[in-house]
């Protein structure tokens, strides 16, 4: 898996969830079409009239979201910014529906946003055990999640027989393999020792 993959997957998806924050500090999510994936950066656009563009315009951040037919989800979420209208002519030959929805020159009511920093993550449903992949792009940083195991492991294994993956391998100590892990947090609450402790900020 790579980042440009990843981006693919949103581009075929186009109709994803786009989430931003409310000015009163309350999620908001919409279905927006991604319209350019180039170079590692996801392009968007929304009209100047509408909350999205405020909301986008005061946070500079956005999360978005897209599962396709494989059961591929990606999420990315970052840093997003005004780009203009230079891409507005590329966005309607390539996007050929934008035409009924903004004919004419009533297209010149939106704005082209880029989002070209951040962290994003591959999920597949379809593996067994599931797969995923965590990714940065733009500068941005991955920070490490899920949990992992100490050197205080007593080795019993229940954590192994408790996962719903099966993603824990034996050890000195046992090992969670990251790349197959649901972050679902079981095998936290079985373990009698209470040495299995989380890693970096979860995001679901």
């Known amino acids: 898996?790579?980042?440009?993959?990843?981006?693919?997957?949103?581009?075929?998806?186009?109709?994803?969830?786009?989430?931003?924050?409310?000015?009163?500090?309350?999620?908001?999510s919409r279905i927006i079409d991604v319209m350019l994936v180039e170079e590692d950066k996801l392009y968007f656009l929304t009209a100047r009239g509408k909350d999205f563009y405020?909301?986008?315009?005061?946070?500079?951040?956005?999360?978005?979201?897209?599962?396709?037919?494989?059961?591929?989800?990606?999420?990315?979420?970052?840093?997003?910014?005004n780009v203009g209208q230079t891409l507005l002519g590329r966005i309607f030959e390539e996007n050929p529906s934008m035409h009924n929805v903004y004919p004419g020159e009533t297209r010149n009511i939106l704005e082209v946003f880029c989002l070209y920093e951040g962290e994003g993550e591959y999920f597949c449903l379809a593996t067994e055990p599931i797969t995923r992949w965590p990714f940065a792009f733009g500068g941005g940083v991955s920070e490490?999640?899920?949990?992992?195991?100490?050197?205080?492991?007593?080795?019993?294994?229940?954590?192994?027989?408790?996962?719903?993956?099966?993603?824990?391998?034996?050890?000195?100590?046992?090992?969670?393999r990251q790349e197959n892990c649901l972050h679902c947090g079981r095998c936290v609450e079985k373990c009698p020792a209470e040495v299995i402790v989380r890693r970096g900020r979860m995001e679901g």
Do not use: H
């Not at 997957?9 to 309350?26: E, H, K, M, N, Y």
């Not at 405020?54 to 946070?59: G, H, I, Q």
């Not at 824990?168 to 046992?174: A, F, L, R, S």
């Open 144 to 176: 490490p999640k899920g949990f992992f195991i100490t050197d205080d492991c007593t080795e019993c294994g229940v954590c192994a027989e408790e996962c719903p993956q099966k993603a824990i391998d034996e050890g000195t100590p046992y090992v969670i």
């Open 1 to 28: 898996m790579d980042i440009k993959t990843c981006f693919s997957i949103l581009r075929q998806v186009r109709d994803c969830s786009f989430a931003t924050v409310a000015p009163d500090g309350t999620p908001r």
């Open 54 to 81: 405020s909301e986008l315009t005061a946070t500079g951040r956005v999360a978005v979201s897209g599962l396709n037919d494989k059961w591929e989800t990606v999420r990315v979420w970052g840093k997003v910014k």
